[in-house]
């Protein structure tokens, strides 16, 4: 039987086929990776966070897979905004939008950033305000509001499209941020980011991380993703894409009752295979149907009591 | 889990010039083709093919190249290393005869599939290619697993002077074979993609970091990703994907031609 529920969702002006999209940092980094991405069903793809020079990222280990979850600090690997272009523009066909990650240190470098990934073709920003462990970088600039304001303005009256703030949960005051961002004219806030972590290796008696600390990522951190969206949603009035630890429709409808428009898969690549993106969109079909829910928005928010 | 285990080193052997090969405990099964990510504490991890496979004990078998595996070259018997695997998806070995074109260090990701198809009952030939004579390692073992050898160096020090690839060709007019199975330099192996029409199979090597399919690294084509998808690819696929034999990616995701 065909489903009855229709998968489609928005998240501000941005139409997308279905809720389901790629969280920065998987298979993101070349155009091959994301056009394989698209086949596998995704609304939309969401780049390798990308900066104004190339960066190598930290020596590996990296990534870890932890009892519940995977822990990593790549250290921001990127071929750098000029020679990203090019991975750009041969997605300039697809039809599935690719929104373009960045991360700076400041306001001006966010601006040029987001400027050149505009002209690329890209049909939205996200700045990368909340990445846990680069120095300078992502959490460094996002943990303070005004920062947050400064920047996401400094971005908006600069571009045309939108611009997505994505912000960590590594701070006391996750709506407060928010609301700094929606005051910045932010057009959606995604959260959550990784969560702070680290594992030590008991027989060498040492972090397993190059970089020790690294972000946590999958099952484990799902309630502190569901808990921060909820609490952004209370605050803001923009649209919010929840992120952190979906590995399944269920997850996803969650992550909505909570106040998410869309939701972002990452870890979950690794659990479920790439085709995790069809799935879910099934798993969320069926679960709406069982439900009699026609449509996504009918789901946002729906636990706000 | 996918976590580096701390294992002691067993054995380490010098095979030819800057070429060791190091053993482990690693009771896991590990097919042929397949590779490990070496931890070495506090300097890198790295992809590194099996070598040999015991029942209980693994092997790698590395050339002392860059930071890490200068590093692997000085650990000796009782250091400890970390590993994590095996990864990736190993050789299909059919047919009755099979030819192995090994290029460098590339004859070290053959060997355990070399030693398999002779257990069961195939012949093989195998070339084993250098640039000289004392970077040669492993005709002995492979002798032992009575297959055919030929060697080729690069400056004629020993056996027939050009590269593998050369002396491949020359073999390919003489001899029917049912699969070519070759691990070497990338643009010696496409050049061998090129002029064969029988079935094919090449391991790749690229720059690895979470080695479990999530961080897009390494991955070519159209999201193939050499850690999962790989790192052995068949003459089709590779036919396919226009990077092949052309260029690689560094760590900050860059095109490197080779």
Redesign the interface.
């Given at each position: 039987m065909l489903p009855l529920a229709d998968i489609s969702t928005n998240i501000g002006s941005l139409p997308l086929k279905n809720p389901t999209m790629l969280a920065s940092g998987i298979m993101d980094e070349d155009a091959g990776s994301m056009k394989r991405i698209i086949k596998c069903g995704a609304g939309a793809i969401v780049t390798k966070s990308i900066g104004l020079q190339p960066r190598e990222g930290y020596p590996n280990p990296t990534l870890i897979e932890l009892e519940y979850g995977i822990l990593n600090a790549m250290g921001l690997p990127n071929p750098g905004i000029d020679e990203f272009g090019e991975e750009i523009l041969q997605l300039k066909k697809s039809k599935t939008p690719i929104i373009g990650s960045i991360y700076g240190a400041n306001a001006k470098e966010f601006i040029e950033l987001g400027q050149k990934m505009e002209d690329y073709g890209v049909s939205a920003i996200e700045l990368n305000l909340s990445c846990p462990h680069a120095k300078k970088y992502g959490l460094e600039v996002g943990y303070d509001p005004k920062l947050i304001q400064i920047i996401t303005s400094s971005v908006k009256v600069n571009v045309k499209i939108p611009v997505f703030v994505k912000l960590s949960p590594n701070v006391t005051n996750i709506s407060e941020i928010a609301k700094a961002a929606e005051s910045g004219n932010a057009d959606t806030i995604v959260a959550i980011n990784s969560v702070k972590a680290m594992k030590i290796d008991l027989d060498l008696k040492r972090p397993i991380l190059s970089n020790k600390i690294g972000g946590y990522s999958g099952r484990a951190i799902k309630p502190i993703g569901v808990r921060c969206v909820y609490e952004i949603a209370e605050h803001v009035d923009i649209p919010i894409i929840g992120v952190g630890g979906i590995l399944s429709g269920e997850d996803a409808i969650e992550y909505m009752m909570a106040g998410a428009s869309a939701i972002q898969i990452g870890a979950g690549v690794y659990y479920r295979e790439l085709d995790i993106f069809k799935k879910i969109k099934k798993e969320i079909e069926q679960w709406m149907d069982k439900h009699s829910y026609k449509k996504i928005s009918d789901i946002v928010g729906v636990a706000h009591l | 889990?996918?976590?580096?285990k701390?294992t002691k080193i067993l054995e380490v052997k010098n095979e030819a010039k800057d070429i060791k090969t190091i053993t482990f405990n690693y009771p896991e099964r590990v097919d042929p083709g397949q590779f490990f990510?070496i931890?070495i504490?506090?300097?890198?991890?790295?992809p590194m093919s099996v070598s040999s496979i015991d029942k209980d004990v693994k092997g790698i078998t590395f050339r002392k190249v860059g930071d890490a595996t200068s590093a692997l070259y000085k650990l000796k018997k009782e250091d400890?290393i970390?590993i994590r695997g095996p990864y990736g998806n190993g050789f299909e070995l059919q047919g009755n005869h099979i030819l192995f074109v090994g290029g460098g260090t590339g004859v070290a990701t053959l060997a355990p599939a070399v030693k398999y198809v002779v257990k069961n009952k195939s012949s093989a030939t195998v070339i084993i290619g250098a640039k000289t004579k004392n970077e040669l390692f492993f005709e002995d073992r492979l002798k032992k697993c009575g297959v055919t050898i030929l060697i080729s160096t690069d400056d004629g020090s020993k056996g027939f002077k050009g590269s593998a690839t050369d002396l491949a060709q020359d073999i390919l007019k003489k001899e029917n074979f049912d699969s070519v199975l070759t691990c070497g330099p990338e643009v010696m192996m496409k050049i061998l993609l090129d002029s064969t029409t029988i079935p094919f199979q090449a391991s790749l090597e690229r720059y690895?970091?979470?080695a479990?399919?999530?961080?897009?690294?390494c991955?070519?084509?159209?999201?193939?990703?050499v850690c999962i998808d790989g790192p052995i690819f068949d003459g089709k696929t590779l036919k396919n994907i226009q990077d092949f034999g052309i260029f690689r990616?560094?760590?900050?995701?860059?095109?490197v031609r080779f």
């Amino acid at each position: 039987m065909l489903p009855l529920a229709d998968i489609s969702t928005n998240i501000g002006s941005l139409p997308l086929k279905n809720p389901t999209m790629l969280a920065s940092g998987i298979m993101d980094e070349d155009a091959g990776s994301m056009k394989r991405i698209i086949k596998c069903g995704a609304g939309a793809i969401v780049t390798k966070s990308i900066g104004l020079q190339p960066r190598e990222g930290y020596p590996n280990p990296t990534l870890i897979e932890l009892e519940y979850g995977i822990l990593n600090a790549m250290g921001l690997p990127n071929p750098g905004i000029d020679e990203f272009g090019e991975e750009i523009l041969q997605l300039k066909k697809s039809k599935t939008p690719i929104i373009g990650s960045i991360y700076g240190a400041n306001a001006k470098e966010f601006i040029e950033l987001g400027q050149k990934m505009e002209d690329y073709g890209v049909s939205a920003i996200e700045l990368n305000l909340s990445c846990p462990h680069a120095k300078k970088y992502g959490l460094e600039v996002g943990y303070d509001p005004k920062l947050i304001q400064i920047i996401t303005s400094s971005v908006k009256v600069n571009v045309k499209i939108p611009v997505f703030v994505k912000l960590s949960p590594n701070v006391t005051n996750i709506s407060e941020i928010a609301k700094a961002a929606e005051s910045g004219n932010a057009d959606t806030i995604v959260a959550i980011n990784s969560v702070k972590a680290m594992k030590i290796d008991l027989d060498l008696k040492r972090p397993i991380l190059s970089n020790k600390i690294g972000g946590y990522s999958g099952r484990a951190i799902k309630p502190i993703g569901v808990r921060c969206v909820y609490e952004i949603a209370e605050h803001v009035d923009i649209p919010i894409i929840g992120v952190g630890g979906i590995l399944s429709g269920e997850d996803a409808i969650e992550y909505m009752m909570a106040g998410a428009s869309a939701i972002q898969i990452g870890a979950g690549v690794y659990y479920r295979e790439l085709d995790i993106f069809k799935k879910i969109k099934k798993e969320i079909e069926q679960w709406m149907d069982k439900h009699s829910y026609k449509k996504i928005s009918d789901i946002v928010g729906v636990a706000h009591l | 889990m996918n976590i580096p285990k701390i294992t002691k080193i067993l054995e380490v052997k010098n095979e030819a010039k800057d070429i060791k090969t190091i053993t482990f405990n690693y009771p896991e099964r590990v097919d042929p083709g397949q590779f490990f990510m070496i931890w070495i504490p506090g300097v890198d991890e790295i992809p590194m093919s099996v070598s040999s496979i015991d029942k209980d004990v693994k092997g790698i078998t590395f050339r002392k190249v860059g930071d890490a595996t200068s590093a692997l070259y000085k650990l000796k018997k009782e250091d400890r290393i970390g590993i994590r695997g095996p990864y990736g998806n190993g050789f299909e070995l059919q047919g009755n005869h099979i030819l192995f074109v090994g290029g460098g260090t590339g004859v070290a990701t053959l060997a355990p599939a070399v030693k398999y198809v002779v257990k069961n009952k195939s012949s093989a030939t195998v070339i084993i290619g250098a640039k000289t004579k004392n970077e040669l390692f492993f005709e002995d073992r492979l002798k032992k697993c009575g297959v055919t050898i030929l060697i080729s160096t690069d400056d004629g020090s020993k056996g027939f002077k050009g590269s593998a690839t050369d002396l491949a060709q020359d073999i390919l007019k003489k001899e029917n074979f049912d699969s070519v199975l070759t691990c070497g330099p990338e643009v010696m192996m496409k050049i061998l993609l090129d002029s064969t029409t029988i079935p094919f199979q090449a391991s790749l090597e690229r720059y690895m970091k979470c080695a479990i399919g999530l961080c897009g690294q390494c991955c070519i084509g159209e999201g193939l990703r050499v850690c999962i998808d790989g790192p052995i690819f068949d003459g089709k696929t590779l036919k396919n994907i226009q990077d092949f034999g052309i260029f690689r990616r560094d760590s900050a995701g860059r095109k490197v031609r080779f």
